[in-house]
């Protein structure tokens, strides 16, 4: 029979324990036994295999198949995360993690997720949560400053604007779709209040580059509006010329063309749209430009790249990832709306029991995202901006970015391979050159040779397609990336190519 | 000068302080403080006012307006947790809080939420975290037998069933009712290709009851769906007589009726809808049934309140909050599909920088979401399901049922008050009788008790407005709740009764 049977009705240590599931004393033991634990992961983490070798299933054999009756004590648990977790999982934070974008974290963000899921308190209006709300109005206004963002973007400035937490990137894009299709709806419905607002929908019409992330397309499914992927030129970059002709053609088919997602720094290639050229189309037409910098926006705090944003001054809403490149553990993705009141009226749904006394003299962030119920995120963004400081933060972001020019200079040393995108922030694309493969496309080879490094298991990374090219694409800048690992990184690849290219590997 | 300066490029204890925000040792010491204040904070939390007296704009005066160029030392941002954090908190751990629904925490959910933050890896596809996909996988499983569920809501049962770990049931409710879309315009247009999808969904309608949480009506607003909230009957229930009546009225005007969202447990006044009479409905017409037991879910746990989910076997999706009532933390909440295709059909958008060689053989839990990343929540669920065990949850949900009966027998014993729903669950709503006021409504009244009771600042209770009635809800079985805090209410409500009365605060 478990300590919990024993205790659980007995004494005030008890009672503890039935409502905390731990004595305080055990808490204290296990935390420290888990902070230990944790400082020699941190330590050791790049000298595991970043991909483990499983399969699909293997976790069955390592967990019982349902849920303990009684209460196990922390040593068994404990000893189970090298056994059960580590088993299994991706090391993001190994040297050799080049996949995806890095994510972020650090020992105060960590503090502060400790600390958040130890109030507990959800701040899904002012009234649940006062501290909440308005730490993350300060917060976000300390991170516009930080990025030179927009004025009006500011909850101290003079109009309506505002940031917000979301979850993810693909939540702030989804949420600003939605704003944007409420705000583009309603002067319709102002027109003739006997339309149905399905056929005004239908005739709405948002646009996108057709290299950026995934999460845009899929905004588009979820919210019902049809979202026109734009071809790209041969930088990954949409132009104001495509918009246009895009605009104008739609227009002359009755469309309502209302929503333009722009990036900076996509996901396949890192490549930038043209604001400065899409900027005054958005304008002219009233249509809402949203730019998703959910990679590139870290970048801003650095004066040196901030020309990456030139034109930000006509969005209107912004969205950058403190959780990828600002040291803050994911969920924190930072959303700016010039006017928030688009947000409020296309989200909100104000039932009684969530009304209080101080509603319109204070944000309810409720109305400003997609769930109800929201963590207190703040705290870990606001130990890193004081722990880790501006300063701190600017040379994080210029390692990363160091790293990735580190690695082109060895891409260009030789000669076989070719960079596909120039390397403006911590992501470098690459292939091995067509011609050298006697090949016009050469897809399937560098396919295989992601293969065969992927298989090689030293070090993980993804690739992407762009205007038809498969690419390798390595991302720099995560917690123990360095020039080193990125040299043995590129000694393997060539060993690799080598062996590919001997063993005629590359013949279809 | 900060150290983080002095140090940054000296030696490689300067360099963990670069990439982790502090040194390894300095991150221990700054833990152990934090555990003791957290421990702290638990000991003490009830004796704390429990919603703060503070004012819109508060922060403002407590915090910097911008973020510090210099890394700032732990100690300096420790002593603000008091200042800054808890100046304004309302805190839901406290035993004077009855408000909303209680939230969920735990010593052991609390070690998880660290350890996912220690990890931070990013779980949308089996790939880039195998563990964490195939731990969910397997927690979901012991969930849904802890639960009793329908066999086919598991992963290792026969069909293609299985659970998922949502943010809040906000988005499980959105996630079911996107699926659902999808599922019911497929089989139209293939009936005609030709046909515009927006001319299809024009037709659809989904249906809730009025006393369903906001959150569903967000969804249909999300969904772009026609959703109607349909008149429950006085217990706050959705009838089957009401729901075949919209059916057969929208059929016969063309409509395509294919969403039903039932609760268990309104967050209003914890009412039941009627799944027995509801299913056979669905059954029959096709129609999606998505129950929501966000609240209730967690009784499943026990076989004596197992009644509330009678009819269950015939529902398409399910889910409820382990952070509602299972003493895991925001964010968990459990959602099952009786058949996953259906999701993944409606989100699946698969870019290559995504895909992986083990795609089809295992879950990408991004195409059963709407956000593309997705924190490794299920260590802190395994956490609490071990270190609690199901006995210990049971005990958990027992007393928190048995507070609110124990607040039901006070309420009863003053005639001047009465209870408006059953006491089923941890949720007493009641209010003054109107007869006592010479009114037939009193709802003003009523709002002035509520308003008198949250100004003494002593306790933290919400209101709520069901078929009419303006009501008081007092939920039970927070953390620190206790029968000897709910005398305590209930001696001080009586008190501020009587001098609303003796004052004639009650003539309007």
Redesign the interface.
């Known amino acids: 029979m478990?300590n919990?049977?024993k205790r659980?009705h007995d004494s005030k240590t008890g009672e503890t324990r039935?409502?905390?599931?731990?004595q305080?004393d055990?808490?204290?033991n296990?935390?420290?036994t888990?902070?230990?634990r944790?400082?020699d992961?941190?330590?050791t983490v790049s000298e595991r295999q970043t991909?483990?070798n499983?399969?699909?299933?293997?976790?069955?054999s390592l967990?019982p198949?349902?849920?303990?009756?009684?209460?196990?004590?922390?040593p068994?648990?404990f000893s189970e995360?090298e056994e059960?977790?580590?088993?299994?999982?991706?090391?993001?934070?190994s040297s050799g993690f080049f996949?995806?974008y890095a994510?972020?974290?650090?020992?105060?963000?960590?503090?502060g997720?400790?600390?958040?899921?130890?109030?507990?308190?959800?701040g899904f209006s002012?009234?649940?949560?006062?501290?909440?709300t308005?730490?993350e109005?300060?917060m976000l206004?300390?991170?516009a400053?930080?990025l030179d963002l927009p004025k009006f973007y500011l909850h101290?400035g003079t109009g309506p604007g505002g940031g917000v937490i979301q979850?993810?990137?693909?939540?702030s894009t989804?949420v600003t779709l939605?704003s944007a299709?409420d705000k583009a709806i309603r002067p319709q419905l102002s027109i003739d209040p006997n339309q149905?607002?399905?056929?005004i929908?239908?005739r709405l019409v948002a646009y996108t580059s057709n290299v950026s992330?995934?999460?845009v397309?899929?905004a588009g499914?979820?919210?019902?509006v049809d979202l026109k992927l734009l071809e790209s030129d041969e930088m990954g970059s949409l132009r104001g010329k495509t918009l246009l002709d895009a605009i104008k053609e739609d227009k002359k088919n009755g469309r309502i063309p209302f929503y333009v997602c722009a990036t900076l720094g996509t996901?396949?290639c890192c490549s930038f749209d043209n604001l400065e050229e899409i900027e005054p189309i958005c304008e002219k037409e009233g249509i809402w430009l949203h730019i998703d910098a959910a990679y590139a926006g870290s970048a801003l705090l650095c004066p040196e790249f901030r020309f990456i944003a030139k034109g930000l001054e006509c969005s209107t809403s912004f969205n950058f990832n403190p959780?990828k490149g600002m040291?803050v553990?994911?969920?924190c993705s930072a959303l700016w709306f010039k006017d928030s009141s688009h947000v409020i009226n296309?989200?909100n749904?104000?039932?009684?029991?969530?009304r209080h006394?101080?509603m319109g003299?204070?944000i309810d962030y409720m109305h400003w995202q997609?769930?109800?119920?929201r963590?207190f995120r703040t705290?870990?963004l606001w130990?890193?901006?004081?722990?880790?400081?501006?300063?701190?933060l600017r040379?994080?972001v210029r390692?990363g970015i160091a790293e990735a020019k580190h690695l082109e200079e060895l891409v260009k040393t030789d000669e076989r391979y070719e960079i596909l995108f120039p390397v403006v922030l911590g992501l470098v694309c690459f292939r091995l050159k067509p011609e050298l493969l006697g090949n016009k496309i050469a897809n399937d080879e560098n396919e295989k040779l992601y293969?065969a490094i992927h298989h090689d298991r030293r070090f993980f990374i993804?690739?992407?397609?762009v205007g038809g090219k498969?690419l390798i694409?390595i991302s720099t800048g995560s917690?123990?990336c360095s020039t080193a690992k990125l040299d043995e990184f590129w000694k393997v690849t060539r060993e690799i190519t080598d062996k590919l290219l001997t063993k005629n590997k590359f013949t279809i």
């Open positions: 478990s919990f049977k659980k039935l409502r905390l599931g731990m305080h055990d808490f204290r296990a935390a420290h888990l902070v230990d944790i400082i992961y941190h330590k991909f483990p499983v399969k699909p299933g293997f976790m069955r967990v198949d349902q849920a303990p009756e009684d209460a196990e004590n922390w068994e648990v995360i059960v977790v580590m088993k299994g999982l991706t090391h993001w934070f996949g995806f994510t972020a974290g650090s020992y105060p963000s960590m503090l997720e400790l600390l958040t899921s130890a109030i507990g308190s959800i002012w009234l649940s949560s006062p501290s909440s308005e730490l109005t300060v206004d300390w991170l400053k930080a101290n979850g993810t990137a693909s939540e989804l939605l299709r149905c607002r399905h056929d929908n239908k992330n995934s999460s397309e899929k499914k979820i919210a019902f996901t396949a959780h040291m553990n994911l969920d296309a989200m749904v104000n039932p009684i029991y969530l006394e101080e003299r204070a997609i769930p109800l119920g963590r705290i870990k130990f890193v901006l004081r722990m880790v400081g501006l300063d701190g040379n994080h390692r293969e993804t690739p992407a397609s498969y694409r917690l123990n």
